[in-house]
C-alpha cells in the first residue's frame, strides 16, 4: 500500500520541531502546479535538481585540483554529495525538514564556473562593466531560468523556500546579494544548516585531498590544535607514521567533532531563545545556525593553515594562473568574434547582451570542455 503526499507531510508535522519547515505551510512555487500523489514539494525540487544539466557537468568541475592533476580528488560533484550528507545529519538531528535541508545542498554548487574560484575570479573581473559574475548568484539564475525543462515556464518552479536557500547561501567563501526574497527575513534553520555543511565538507574535503597529494605534511599541522586534539584521541602519533588509513581516520573524526558541535551548540541557542516557531527563526537579528566559540576559534586556525598552504601552494597557484589564462581567452575570442559561438549561445545574445550570453556559456562548461574549447581555438593542428 502507497502512502500518499498527504501522509507524508502529516508525518513531518508530527516529527518536525515547531521551527522545522513543513513542506505543506510552503509560499509555493513562481508558477502554480498541481501538487504529486505521493512525493512533498521539496522532494519534488530535490529531484528536479538532480535531473539538470548543471547538476550533471558538477562531475567535470574543479573544487581545488583541476581534473587533469588526477581522478581521485574531489570535484564539484562529490563536494555537493558530501555537502548533502553531512547537511541531512544535521538537519535529522535538529529536527527540521531534511528534504528542504538536501535540495538547497544540491543547487548550492550549480553555478560554479570551470576550474573553481579561479575560473569564478577571473569570470568576475571580465565581466566589471557588466554586471560581474558570482557563482552564488548564477546558481539561483540556473534553476530561476537557465534551465529549460518545462514547457510552459523557464527555469525549474522551485518553491520559495527552496530558491531563498539558494539565495542567501553564505559561507566565508559565498557572500549573498539578497534584494528579493525578504531580505530582512532570517533564512529558514534547513537553509542556515546548509552554510554550515558547506563548510565543514570543503574544510575537511580539502584537508584530505591536500595531504594524499602531498601538497600537505603531518609535520605541517602538529601545530594546528585541531589536528593535535584529533591524532591525540585516535592514539596516532603522524611524525613518526602515517598511512591512508589514518588519513582516513582523522578527517572522519574531524567531520563527526564539527557536526557534533554544530548541533549541540544551535540546540542549545534553540533552547536559550524559546523558538517555537518558523517566524521566531524569520525574525532573529543574527541566524542561530553556528559552532560554539572553541570551535569557531579551532576552524580559523584550520583554515587559515589551508589558506596558506594549499590555496596559495605553488603548484596550486600555477593551475590557478593556467585557468585564468584560459577562461581570459576563450571569453576574449567569443567577444570579439561571436559567429564562433554555437547557433544556441548565438541566438541568446539579443535577449541576454553578448558578454552575459558569453558568461553564461563558459560559467556552464566543465573543465574538460573549456580545455577542449581552448585547443580548438588556439591550437592549429586541432580539428574544430
Known sequence: MMITRQEIE????ERLAPYGMCSRDSLGRRVPEDEHPYRTAYQRDRDRIIHTTAFRRLEYKTQVFIITEGDYYRTRLTHTIEVAQIGRTIARALRVNEDLTEAICLAHDLGHSPFGHSGETALNTLMTDHGGFDHNYQSFRIVEKLERRFPD???LNLTWEVREGILKHETEYDKSQVTAFEPQWRPTVEAQIVNFADEIAYTTADLDDGLRSGLITPAQLKDIEFWRLVVDELG????????????????RRLVGKEVSDVVQTTSDRLQSLNIRSVADIRNLPENIVTHSEKVQQMNRELKDFLLNNLYLHWRVMRMDMKAKRFIGRLFEA????????PTSVQALIER???????CDYIAGMTDRYALQEYQKLFDPMERV
Do not use: C, K
Open 10 to 13: 502529516a508525518q513531518e508535522a
Open 153 to 155: 515556464f523557464n527555469g
Open 236 to 251: 596516532i602519533n603522524p611524525t613518526e607514521s602515517f598511512s591512508e588509513m589514518d588519513r582516513h581516520r582523522i578527517i
Open 334 to 341: 567569443y567577444t570579439r568574434s561571436p559567429v564562433i559561438l
Open 352 to 358: 541576454r547582451g553578448l558578454h552575459r550570453a558569453v
